[in-house]
């Protein structure tokens, strides 16, 4: 498993821009699927989208599917969730996830055994 540290969090206004950064511990992230999930209060944790280990492919949840890009930094460990074009539905807490097995099917909660802290994104309308 590797350690996940999540960065850029705050407050945006609606049609905002914002971009998370997750650093990872490890000499061996670019194995690594890297991914975000998000979770809204009073809902359950959602798939926003996945990077592979190369950086070649990306999957995102429709709901993000032309605002949000994942992209990664293999020499720094680093992955960032670009989200552009803000909506208020996007609040959440924002969380960084890795693991070895990369898939497009793969996008729940458990297929992923390394998670960040967390970082709160707030958008107002």
């Known amino acids: 498993q590797v350690q996940l540290v999540e960065s850029g969090g705050g407050l945006v206004q609606a049609g905002g821009s914002l971009r998370l950064s997750c650093a990872a511990s490890?000499?061996?992230?670019?194995?690594?699927?890297m991914g975000w999930f998000r979770q809204a209060p009073g809902k359950e944790r959602e798939f926003v989208g996945v990077?592979?280990?190369?950086?070649?492919?990306?999957y995102y949840t429709d709901s993000v599917k032309g605002r949000f890009t994942i992209s990664r930094d293999n020499a720094k460990n680093t992955v960032y969730l670009q989200m552009n074009s803000l909506k208020p539905e996007d609040t959440a807490v924002y969380y960084c996830?890795?693991?070895?097995?990369?898939?497009?099917?793969?996008?729940?909660?458990?297929?992923?055994?390394?998670w960040g802290q967390g970082t709160q994104v707030t958008v107002s309308s």
């Open positions: 490890g000499r061996t992230f670019s194995l690594y699927a």
């Open positions: 996830v890795a693991d070895l097995n990369y898939g497009s099917r793969r996008r729940s909660a458990s297929d992923f055994g390394s």
């Open positions: 990077i592979s280990g190369s950086g070649g492919i990306t």
